[in-house]
């Protein structure tokens, strides 16, 4: 076990009452006209999931998954002279596929075969790497003799594996699809060998411009720059996934997956300033990491609002690291719109499959990783991971501007609130950190209050990582409790992060005080907000 060096609630406190693991995570699954099960229910342990319905169903349109074995995919080809005939495209991936696949230039060749319009376009930079200096030449050959062969077994399985309808989750509307683990591999097998139709333009108006790209091509393509390396290790973790899935025994991965979209209309927020919740109990550490220490709560995923962000092309913070690890969340990037302001995607039961050191440029991958997260009664993992993804500020003031607070905490709130019926259940607690404020720049002061005021309003506790960092874990607990102690609640401390918001639009010189100084001034000054100490057993 790990140092923690933690203040504030205890994390056993946090948990009590549900056990070790708790209830299933919400969603649960029972399909319905919100709810696509691809699979047989009841799920059963022990057995691998059948696909749903028996009777194959293809629906080429525009609110479902273009699937690369519909009968409507067709590919221009080029045939005799300068003829041009329209083929299957599944006949032709079939083809180049089954074709003998020794190395990472036949690879390309077989991707291009029934890519022909990126011939020009698309490069392979990084899987040659790969394959040619990264990895020792056992390594590759492994991968071409083994490995491979059963990727495209599982990629050609697509029409059996998965017979149903893949709804796209579109933007304001509320639907979960469930898919097994193995279905999610044959998908991504196919994105990896680049057969998804109508996703390789992300041009303006072409159909899928509003959704995040799947075909691996352009994680392929990536290198010869400083980030070169961490794509290459990226690309690890990806192999690593796939030699699992292929070569161990199929009952390793019976489980399934849930991947929920998530929107509240823009007026139907809880009024803040009017809540009367008392702020959530918090444990703070500098110690540990969401995905580790966060098991059986809910996992904040810092997202992009193109969920997954830069997974497959140069990305590798956190969003992208988790993808990596735990590649089954990638499959969301082939149904998910980009979210909106108000929405979120909540994804239960992915598994982990890759150990890593580093983050950014010193990303690596270090070694397979067995998850022994337990199944939920409905065949998930253990493990619930919310995508919200923040505002990226260009300036650090402009986050104080009030539609922004808005924003960032209605936002938390569709990520953390539950709608669905939970009984006496206590809510998983919220494993989160400085979401919002690496890449997008934001200042975790103001973050780590936002994310309290929506995790109170939402009846869960929260458990925040500062990532190393001791100074920011003091900072924020010494807010939290004094906030605490001075009886400070969910609709106050909104009410004072408003009236901040309004001084900081006030003040034209750069003198604005700052954030803490202000809020430990203003209810230390206004006697009427303060109400007696409570009795909290904070350490
Ligand atoms: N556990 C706890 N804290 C972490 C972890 C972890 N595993 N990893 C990072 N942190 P960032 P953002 C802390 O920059 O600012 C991606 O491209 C660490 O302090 O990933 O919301 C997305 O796709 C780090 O600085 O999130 C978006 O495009 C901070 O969390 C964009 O980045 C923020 O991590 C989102 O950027």
Redesign the pocket.
């Given at each position: 076990t790990r140092v923690d060096d933690g203040k504030g609630f205890s994390i056993s406190d946090l948990r009590d009452g549900n056990g070790d693991w708790g209830p299933p995570p919400l969603p649960t699954v029972h399909p319905s006209a919100n709810h696509t099960v691809l699979y047989k229910v009841p799920w059963k342990p022990g057995n691998l999931p059948y696909s749903y319905p028996r009777v194959p169903c293809d629906r080429w349109d525009q609110d479902h998954v273009r699937m690369p074995n519909s009968s409507e995919s067709l590919y221009p080809v080029q045939e005799t002279g300068d003829e041009k005939g329209l083929r299957l495209r599944w006949e032709l991936v079939q083809e180049a596929l089954l074709r003998p696949i020794q190395n990472s230039h036949e690879l390309e060749a077989a991707i291009l075969s029934y890519n022909s319009r990126y011939n020009e376009r698309w490069n392979f930079r990084a899987l040659h790497t790969l394959f040619e200096e990264a990895l020792d030449s056992e390594e590759s050959e492994y991968f071409f003799r083994d490995v491979l062969p059963a990727m495209v077994v599982l990629a050609l399985q697509l029409p059996e594996l998965i017979t149903g309808p893949i709804p796209l989750l579109k933007k304001h509307k509320n639907h979960t699809i469930s898919l097994s683990q193995a279905q999610i591999a044959s998908i991504l097998a196919n994105a990896f060998f680049c057969t998804f139709p109508r996703r390789n333009s992300t041009k303006r108006g072409s159909e899928y411009a509003a959704y995040p790209d799947i075909n691996f091509n352009r994680l392929f393509q990536c290198g010869d720059n400083s980030d070169s390396n961490s794509v290459l290790e990226k690309l690890k973790c990806i192999l690593n996934y796939f030699r699992r899935i292929c070569l161990t025994d199929a009952s390793d991965h019976e489980g399934v997956v849930t991947f929920s979209r998530r929107y509240i209309s823009p007026g139907s927020f809880p009024n803040w300033g009017q809540s009367t919740k008392p702020l959530p109990k918090m444990h703070i550490t500098s110690h540990g990491?969401?995905?580790d220490e966060g098991s059986g709560m809910l996992q904040v995923d810092?997202?992009?609002k193109f969920v997954g962000?830069?997974v497959l092309g140069w990305?590798c913070?956190?969003?992208?690291i988790r993808f990596v690890i735990c590649p089954e969340l990638i499959v969301s990037r082939l149904f998910t719109e980009c979210l909106d302001a108000t929405e979120a995607l909540i994804i239960v039961g992915c598994e982990r499959f890759s150990k890593y050191a580093g983050?950014g440029h010193s990303f690596e991958w270090v070694s397979d990783f067995k998850d022994d997260t337990p199944l939920d009664s409905y065949g998930r993992r253990h493990c619930s991971i919310v995508a919200m993804d923040?505002l990226c500020f260009s300036k650090p003031s402009s986050q104080f501007f009030l539609p922004n607070l808005v924003r960032e905490v209605n936002k938390a709130y569709v990520g953390f609130c539950e709608t669905e019926d939970h009984g006496d259940n206590k809510l998983a607690p919220v494993a989160t950190?400085?979401?919002?404020?690496?890449?997008?720049r934001?200042d975790a002061n103001v973050k780590a209050l936002l994310q309290l005021v929506a995790a109170g309003e939402s009846g869960r506790a929260v458990v925040y990582?500062t990532?190393g960092d001791k100074n920011l874990r003091d900072r924020i607990y010494g807010m939290y409790k004094f906030l605490m102690d001075n009886d400070v609640n969910v609709g106050k401390l909104w009410t004072l992060l408003t009236k901040y918001s309004r001084l900081v639009a006030q003040t034209i010189t750069d003198n604005v005080p700052d954030l803490y100084d202000y809020l430990y001034s203003s209810v230390l000054k206004d006697p009427d907000d303060k109400v007696s100490c409570s009795a909290l057993s904070l350490k």
């Open positions: 990491f969401i995905e810092f997202a992009n962000g830069g990305g913070v956190q969003e992208e983050y923040a950190g400085n979401w919002g404020c690496g890449a997008f934001g990582f990532f």
